[in-house]
């Protein structure tokens, strides 16, 4: 599956807002956002013209793919799941896109952003249920155990994990062990889970227009 490798930073100037794809950075005056918050481009600022609903839709639709990660192809998939699904297929969605492994393992403070998570299982450090998954949209399911690697444990990243670990509050969908190191699955995401300013409503209606 094909990632987004360009300047993250300019995703973040282009929505007008931080959304934390360089995890501490992000908190820094070297964030992109703090040091200039105009769009990218020559023509960023100028005057923007007045955004049309299917502009709204398509920016929030842009904003959640940033979020996550998510190629066009890949979000698509995950709409067309979620609209087979009995109920409110925005939730769902979001619901998808909680599950994936990448955004466990940055749930759970294994990392300090998703693009980490990501390089970190992509290199085979992880662990689900004692078994290697090396795919970041590996989805998760209640019970699942997310570790790392024995070998993994003798790496640097590893020992300024434990230091770093207590910093991020952790969702109630998920618990962590940290004298293990482990993760755990404790329930599904619901929507009140999820500290995201994303409106998943937009969305929806971008596809079903």
């Given amino acids: ?23 501490e950075r992000c908190l820094t005056p070297k964030c992109g956002i703090e040091r200039r918050a105009s769009p990218p481009g020559d023509h960023g600022a100028a005057r923007r013209r007045r955004v049309s609903e299917h502009g ?95 070998r993994s444990k003798n790496t640097e990243y590893y020992k300024q994990l434990i230091q770093d670990l207590s910093r991020r509050p952790m969702p109630r969908w998920l618990s962590l062990d940290p004298q293990a190191i482990t993760g755990s699955v404790t329930a599904l995401p619901e929507p009140s889970d999820m500290d995201l300013k994303v409106d998943e409503r937009l969305i929806v209606e971008f596809y079903a227009r």
């Fill in 56 to 150: 709204v839709q398509l920016r929030e639709k842009k904003r959640a793919r940033a979020i996550y990660g998510v190629l066009e192809r890949q979000f698509s998939k995950y709409f067309d799941e979620a609209a087979k699904k009995p109920g409110v297929t925005g939730q769902y969605l979001l619901q998808l896109l909680e599950r994936r492994l990448d955004n466990v393992v940055f749930r759970l403070g294994l990392a300090d952003s998703r693009p980490q998570a990501r390089q970190v299982i992509n290199h085979g450090h992880v662990t689900v249920n004692g078994r290697k998954v090396d795919v970041a949209s590996f989805k998760v399911n209640v019970g699942d155990k997310i570790s790392f690697k024995e």
């Fill in 1 to 23: 599956m094909g990632r987004y490798i360009g300047p993250v930073c300019r995703i973040c100037r282009r929505v007008g807002e931080k959304l934390f794809l360089k995890g």
